[in-house]
DNA sequence: TGTGTTTTTTAGGCTTGTCTAAAACACATG
DNA sequence: CATGTGTTTTAGACAAGCCTAAAAAACACA
């Protein structure tokens, strides 16, 4: 059984892992968390220890196949909670990461089991991000970042990456919500500052960092 | 802020000076706890130190006025959780109390604010016991434990005391729900055990410790 | 009121998870 | 390939929450 301490450094580097092979760096880790460098070595042995990660001294950690199955189901359950605090809650989609956060480490099997079930088996989150089920399978919408698509590609948004209040409060803001329809009018090289077309009706110009965590359909 | 640890013993030292005016006892705590007695006398002196009891060494502990409203929000939340896990995702009685011992350790007033709405500002929890509003505020139904009947008295059951799942199912089985009729028809001297006629159906033995916990509109 | 029993507190220790400071290591660069 | 810089690990410390064993206080009752 994993701490909650535990369950969050794994579901860090899991994430951390996510489309890279390379092992994660102690620095990433802390960073992530904010915690040091210290603990972060410190957790890692912990974790080491228990099979949920392999390990080698100055050359980074991975997450191991049971590791891996820890994580998604971590990671299942914080999506979950945060279907059912937007659909049943009337939460909006910036106000559910940190109770997510609270949630995802409460212990009941039959508890998530229901949760599924009574919010209709979700294949995505209110974030676009897809829900593992319980053998931990998942199927993400074939998606790339706003920052990658060239000039006239359009498509619908499928998801944000940004998982802060502050960012979602701006997606909002412009209207590139889940569904909305994005053209890439333009792109400025000097600072990869983009121009875009929201739902056919307005134009926005939105910074490299956002068009980076906003991905459309592929 | 209070701890997972600290709000937990505020919940037992209010629950068990329910009913006396008498300070509560570092055994009590400790065997309700499971911990040991000087475990609780640490503990003590930090919630003394943060206001939320009074404590003189020797001499037991008591709730302060702050104690007792940030009690009555965990076991609003307890409550109101346990209406969830029954109502929405249909556990039945005795599966949801460890459940709820988690769950209650949210921290989110717009959960917990949204949750109560969500489940209709119910009044009382799936084992009869009421459910504080958000100022602490809650009326218990008027009862009596059958243990305390007199033979040829009846009523119907508003609540049961022990939240064990043994307990609960023992309930189920012999049909002594709540909203079940009971009459007492007659009582063992030699243990204080009851004969009970539940919904003038069948009639049951059931132990003084039985006739204690299920407890009938007065 | 003295004495034995029970309760409570203190003393000291352990684990988990965190930190800072210092040492060890890896790696880019010249 | 030596060296300097940044990264990672180690060493040592601390708070929270628990424990056991021993001391102190309260209580019961002769
Ligand atoms: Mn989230
Ligand atoms: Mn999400
Ligand atoms: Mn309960
Ligand atoms: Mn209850």
Redo the contacts with the bound molecule.
């Keep these: 059984m994993l701490?909650?301490?535990?369950e969050n450094y794994l579901k860090t580097i899991y994430h951390l892992s996510e489309g890279t092979s390379n092992p994660v760096?102690?620095?990433a880790i802390a960073d992530t968390l904010?915690?040091?460098?210290?603990?972060?070595?410190?957790?890692?042995?912990?974790l080491s220890n228990k099979g949920v990660v392999t390990?080698q001294?100055?050359r980074?950690v991975r997450v191991s196949e049971e590791g891996q199955k820890a994580a998604l189901q971590v990671i299942r359950k914080h999506r979950l909670w945060e279907v059912f605090l937007v659909q049943k809650l009337k939460f909006n989609w910036d106000e559910v990461h940190d109770v997510a956060e609270q949630l995802e480490h409460i212990k009941s099997p039959l508890l998530i089991r229901r949760l599924d079930e009574f919010l209709g088996y979700p294949k995505y989150d209110p974030h676009g991000d897809p829900i593992p089920d319980e053998s931990g399978e998942f199927k993400a919408k074939p998606q790339v970042a706003l920052s990658d698509c060239k000039i006239g590609h359009d498509g619908v948004v499928v998801a944000v990456k940004d998982a802060s209040a502050a960012f979602l409060q701006y997606v909002d803001k412009i209207g590139a919500y889940i569904g909305a329809k994005i053209r890439v009018i333009d792109r400025l090289e000097f600072d990869g500052s983009l121009e875009i077309l929201i739902d056919n009706k307005k134009t926005v110009f939105i910074s490299k960092e956002v068009s980076e965590n906003i991905w459309i359909e592929e």
């Design positions: 701490s909650f301490a535990e760096s102690t620095n904010n915690t040091r460098a210290a603990s972060v070595t410190d957790m890692i042995k912990k390990y001294k100055y980074g």
